[in-house]
């Protein structure tokens, strides 16, 4: 039940059914001193509403002023980093040249190498197996 008065009176607030009553709505017996009175107050209205206009655009103006220089440094940075990186790729091309003519020219000496290391390996296998450590 007590939900079913809450939710009545929600809905009464939403309609506006349940408004308050100020002498400002009520104007049967306007004299001038609440003409006036009603004057003054939606004049001060319209101020507070300038004033509220003009402090939410100079908000709105720092916010893109603001917004503005971070995408500019964003673009720098941007920038910058496209420069490295195609300093980086062609700086990883003239490496990878060198490396080929590194491994073409010394392929030779490699196998060379590793056959002198096999057969090394081969020979003290022999060696070990032939001659026994004496007891």
């Known amino acids: 039940m007590d939900r079913a008065q809450n939710s009545a009176q929600?809905?009464?607030e939403l309609l506006f059914s349940?408004?308050?009553e100020t002498d400002l709505r009520?104007?049967?017996n306007v004299d001038g001193k609440q003409h006036e009175d009603s004057l003054v107050h939606?004049?001060?209205m319209h101020e507070?509403?300038?004033s509220d206009m003009i402090t939410?655009?100079?908000t709105l103006k720092h916010n893109i002023s603001a917004s503005g220089k971070i995408i500019k440094d964003d673009i720098n940075v941007l920038q910058n980093s496209a420069t490295k990186t195609e300093s980086n790729l062609s700086n990883l091309k003239t490496?990878?040249?060198r490396l080929d003519v590194h491994m073409n020219k010394g392929s030779c000496w490699l196998w060379v190498s590793l056959c002198v290391v096999t057969i090394t390996f081969i020979v003290m296998?022999?060696?070990i197996r032939f001659f026994p450590k004496a007891r």
Do not use: C, G, P, V
């Open 10 to 12: 929600m809905k009464k």
């Open 95 to 97: 490496e990878s040249t």
């Open 42 to 44: 939606h004049q001060d």
């Open 56 to 58: 939410l655009t100079k």
């Open 26 to 28: 009520h104007r049967k």
């Open 125 to 127: 296998i022999l060696f």
């Open 48 to 50: 507070k509403l300038a």
């Open 18 to 20: 349940s408004r308050k």
